[in-house]
C-alpha cells in the first residue's frame, strides 16, 4: 500500500525523523486481517527526554511567534489534509479498522480543530482595569502554558491529535504528542503535514512507543513538562493524575464513559431509532460518547427493539477498505473479547439476544451488531464501557425511575435523550450528571463545542471557545496609577 510506504515511520523530534535510539521499531497491525502493516520507531525513555528537550528548546521563540503566524499555519495544515482525504482515510481504515466513510468523516472532523484553532490563535485577548482601591491598573495578558505532553488513543487516530494540537499551536505551546502504539501512523502523517504548512522545528515532537509508562512518568516528573492533555481510560488517567501531582502540572483529562440514552414515551420512535444507531454504531461503538446504556419507556420498548434489532441485522460486517461495509473490526482481539465477556456476562444473568451475540470465525477481529433486551441493572455492561457493536437495552416506567438510572455511575461524559415535550428535555437535560447531552440526536462531537465530561469522566473541555483555555495561563501586570 503506496499510503502505509509513504508514512514516516520514524520519531519526530526537534524537525528530524529519526530512529529510537535502541534501534528497536514495534509492530503496526491490520485489525482485519491481523497481518503486520508495517513497523515504526520504538522510543526508550531516553528518546522521551530528547523530545521534550527540543519542546523546551523551541518554547520561547514559538511563544514569541505573532499569532497570525501560528494562525496561518494551522489554516495551510487544513487546507493540507482536505486535499489529501483520500489518503489519511485509507491510512486510518488500515491501521484502526473503521469503515472507508467513517475515516473520511473522521479526516473532515479532525481537519476542522486545526481551522477552528486557526481562528482561534488570533483572538487571544485580555484586560484591563483600574483596582477597587483606584491605586493600581490591572494588566491581564494571557501567555502560553509551556511545553505540553499530548497522550492520545487509538479510537479516533487523527481527530484525537489535531483536537489537541490545534489548540495548542494556537495558544503558542510546544509539543510531545505520544499516539496510541495500535494507530501512530496517522499522527505520523500529521506530523509530515504540519512541518510541510511550515510548523518550525522542534514544536512538535511524536514520540511512539510500547513502553508509554515507562516513557511518560519521568517526563511528568521531571519538571520541564508544564501541561498534560490525555484522553484515554479513567485507569490510566487516575495514574497520570497523580504523576502530576508531584510537579503541579496542569491537566486535561478526557477520560472513560458510559453513556446513557433514554428514550421516552414521547418520543418520535424512527429519531429515536435513527439517533441511537448513530450514538451505538458510530466507530464501531469504539467511542467513549457511546451510548452504553439504552433506557426504553415500557410503552414502547418492544416497538423500538424490534426496530433497532432489524436496523443492527441489516449492517454489513467485513474489512473497513470494502465497498458498502458499515461495520469494521474491532481493534484487537482484547477489545473483542471484552465485548464479548460483557455479553455473555448479561445473557447468564437473563437478557435476550435480538441479533448478533455470536463470535465470528476467521482472521480479523470482527464482532457482529449485537441487541440485547431485558438486560438485568447488576450486569457488568451495565457499568462498564463497551467499547463495541452492542446495544443494551433496559425498559422503565418513570422519568425519575431513569434519571437515577442514568446517573448511577462514576462516569459523566455523553447522554442521550428522545423526547418531544420540551419542558421534559430541559428538566431532565438539567438533572443528567453529564458534561454534554444529545436532545433527540446521537451525536454530540463538534470542534464548535466545548467536549468533556463530569465526575470521573474527565477534566477541562476540547474544542469550541474555551478548548484553548486549557492552553494558557493568565498573567497580570499590576501598574501603579501616577
Ligand atoms: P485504551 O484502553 O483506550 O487503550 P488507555 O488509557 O490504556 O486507553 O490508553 C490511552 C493512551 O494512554 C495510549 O496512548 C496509551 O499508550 C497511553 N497509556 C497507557 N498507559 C499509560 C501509562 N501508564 N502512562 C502513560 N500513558 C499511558
Known amino acids: ?41 520504538d522510543a526508550s525513555p531516553a528518546d522521551g527526554r530528547r523530545a521534550v528537550e527540543a519542546a523546551v528548546a523551541a518554547q520561547a521563540a514559538w511563544a514569541a511567534t505573532p499569532p497570525r503566524v501560528r494562525s496561518e499555519i494551522l489554516r495551510r495544515a487544513y487546507d493540507i489534509i482536505i486535499a489529501r482525504t483520500e489518503d489519511l482515510a485509507l491510512l486510518m481504515t488500515l491501521e484502526m479498522g473503521k469503515p472507508l466513510t467513517e475515516a473520511r468523516a473522521e479526516v473532515a472532523y479532525g481537519a476542522e480543530f486545526l481551522r477552528w484553532f486557526s481562528e482561534e490563535a488570533v483572538r487571544i485577548d485580555g484586560g484591563m482595569m483600574t483596582a477597587p482601591d483606584g491605586r493600581n491598573r490591572l494588566l491581564v495578558t494571557r501567555r502560553p502554558v509551556g511545553p505540553c505532553l499530548l497522550i492520545t488513543p487509538w479510537n479516533f487516530p487523527l481527530a484525537m491529535g489535531t483536537r489537541k494540537i490545534g489548540p495548542a499551536i494556537a ?17 505520523l502523517a500529521l506530523a509530515a503535514i504540519l512541518k510541510e504548512a511550515g510548523l518550525p522545528d522542534g514544536v512538535l515532537n511524536v514520540v511512539t512507543t510500547t513502553d508509554a509508562a515507562g516513557v511518560v512518568e519521568p517526563l511528568l516528573r521531571g519538571g520541564q513538562i508544564r501541561k498534560l492533555s490525555f484522553t484515554g481510560s479513567t485507569r490510566v488517567g487516575r495514574i497520570l493524575l497523580a504523576q502530576c501531582a ?3 502540572v496542569r491537566t486535561s483529562m478526557e477520560l472513560g464513559g458510559n453513556a446513557p440514552l433514554i428514550v421516552f414515551d414521547d418520543a418520535d420512535l424512527d429519531t429515536a431509532v435513527e439517533g441511537t444507531m448513530v450514538a451505538k454504531m458510530r466507530n464501531m461503538g469504539e467511542s467513549c460518547c457511546a451510548a452504553n446504556r439504552i433506557y426504553v419507556h415500557t410503552s414502547l420498548a418492544e416497538e423500538f427493539a424490534t426496530r433497532l434489532a432489524s436496523r443492527m441485522a441489516a449492517l454489513k460486517v467485513g474489512p473497513g477498505t470494502e465497498a458498502g461495509v458499515h461495520v469494521g473490526p474491532l481493534i484487537d482481539n482484547a477489545g473483542r473479547s471484552k465485548a464479548h465477556d460483557l455479553v455473555r ?23 457482529p451488531p ?7 441493572a447488576e450486569s457488568a455492561i451495565i457499568d462498564t464501557e463497551i467499547f ?4 443494551a437495552l433496559v425498559t422503565f416506567d418513570t ?20 423526547t418531544q415535550n420540551l419542558d421534559r428535555a430541559l428538566r431532565v437535560g438539567e438533572r443528567l450528571e453529564s458534561g454534554m447531552i444529545g436532545l433527540n440526536t446521537g451525536l454530540v462531537s463538534n470542534p464548535a463545542a466545548p467536549f468533556g465530561g463530569v465526575k470521573q ?10 478548548g484553548i483555555d486549557e492552553f494558557l495561563e493568565y498573567k497580570y501586570i499590576a501598574v501603579p496609577t501616577g
Open 1 to 41: 500500500m503506496t499510503v502505509v510506504r509513504d508514512v514516516p515511520k520514524q520519531l519526530y523530534i526537534g524537525g528530524r525523523w529519526q530512529d529510537a535510539e535502541s534501534g528497536r521499531t514495534l509492530s503496526i497491525d491490520n485489525p482485519a486481517t491481523g497481518e503486520e502493516l508495517c513497523r515504526v520507531a
Open 457 to 466: 469522566s474527565g477534566l477541562g473541555r476540547e474544542g469550541g471557545r474555551v
Open 246 to 248: 508531584d510537579t503541579v
Open 388 to 391: 463495541g457493536p452492542v446495544a
Open 171 to 187: 495558544a503558542g505551546c510546544t509539543i510531545v504528542l505520544k499516539p496510541a502504539p495500535q494507530t501512530p501512523l496517522s499522527s
Open 399 to 418: 422519568e425519575d425511575e431513569a434519571i437515577d438510572a442514568a446517573n448511577d455511575t462514576e462516569f459523566g461524559l455523553a447522554a442521550y435523550l428522545f
Open 370 to 376: 449485537t441487541v440485547l433486551t431485558d438486560v438485568p
Open 345 to 367: 456476562d448479561a445473557i447468564k444473568r437473563g437478557a435476550k439476544v435480538l441479533t448478533g451475540g455470536e463470535l465470528p470465525d476467521g482472521p480479523g477481529c470482527f464482532y
